[in-house]
């Protein structure tokens, strides 16, 4: 290549998205924009024909020291293009398409939004309602930018995640009931009450049904409904007891008890954020303001 030629941006920013992910496979998973892997290895290999030199050892992956000097140099540029734009745009509109449950979407959402809409006030959000499975899949198929839901695992190559806050299990009982204590039921001989519950594939419900099994208990789901709304709504008229999760300061819904669950026995359940790649600037300052409300909630004397 004549040395006169100019260094192609392009190649430089493909190869800043491969030392980022450790290796082809993921950066293909976390460019911004469609491209596939043979492309990406393609023009990979044109820079290093172009520098004359190996950037990154294949298998297993690690960069060479001319990699790492290459991309030293680059990363703060390719880091900071998104945050740039954001700044330069101004006034333009912007778009975050979420998914969460009900009651997410409907008792946690709205003030953090407002603080957000602060900083960009043309922002338009799109809201999907939805449980973890549908949440994920809707990730997946890149129909949703941000997922609020359980976080049980490792999630898949190419999401990321952060836990946000730990929610205990609790007993919703009819508040005029005689239950007062989780002991009361685990001491019969069987449990006539007829159990509410999210269906048997939700993280509230497994989690329930796995303490049960560590008591030698027998509680298997006389109701099943879609939403945590729904089993209070149940519970509150009369047809039988709920299993949730204890949400520091939420309000308690009339003519309902809640029973906290031990920890111990009873794992609770994990919710955060789930995203796929780069994450830009304005879903940044929403999990700034979710990480912060989760610090508030999580201080029982502090103020909402």
């Not at 540029?77 to 333009?92: I, M, R, T, W, Y």
Request: aromatic share 8%; glycine share 8%; charged share 20%.
């Amino acid at each position: 290549m004549p040395p006169s030629a100019a260094m192609n941006i392009h190649h430089l920013e493909l190869f800043y998205y491969v030392a980022r992910h450790g290796g082809i496979t993921e950066a293909v998973r976390n460019i911004p924009y469609g491209i596939q892997q043979p492309a990406v290895s393609g023009q990979v290999a044109q820079l290093e024909e172009y520098l004359g030199v190996v950037l990154f050892q294949r298998r297993p992956f690690a960069l060479t020291p001319a990699g790492e000097k290459l991309y030293r140099f680059i990363e703060p540029f390719f880091s900071n293009v998104q945050n740039v734009a954001a700044e330069l745009q101004g006034g333009k509109a912007r778009q975050v398409r979420i998914g969460a449950s009900t009651v997410i979407l409907r008792d946690h959402l709205p003030r953090f939004f407002k603080k957000v809409r602060a900083r960009f006030p043309n922002l338009k959000i799109t809201l999907r309602e939805g449980y973890q499975m549908e949440l994920e899949a809707l990730l997946q198929k890149e129909e949703i930018d941000l997922a609020l839901t359980v976080i049980e695992k490792k999630p898949p190559s190419g999401i990321h995640s952060l836990p946000l806050v730990s929610l205990p299990l609790a007993l919703l009982v009819e508040a005029s009931g005689g239950v007062t204590a989780p002991e009361q039921l685990w001491s019969r001989d069987r449990i006539q009450e007829p159990l509410i519950c999210l269906p048997a594939h939700e993280a509230i419900s497994r989690h329930f049904q796995q303490g049960l099994s560590r008591r030698g208990v027998d509680w298997f789901p006389g109701m099943e409904v879609s939403s945590i709304d729904l089993i209070e709504t149940y519970v509150a008229g009369g047809f039988g007891i709920g299993v949730s999760v204890r949400v520091p300061k939420a309000r308690v819904p009339d003519g309902v008890r809640v029973i906290p669950l031990p920890p111990a026995e009873f794992e609770p359940i994990s919710v955060g954020a789930l995203w796929r790649g780069k994450i830009p600037a304005v879903m940044q300052a929403l999990l700034d303001e979710l990480q912060a409300g989760a610090k508030r909630l999580a201080e029982p004397d502090a103020e909402q």
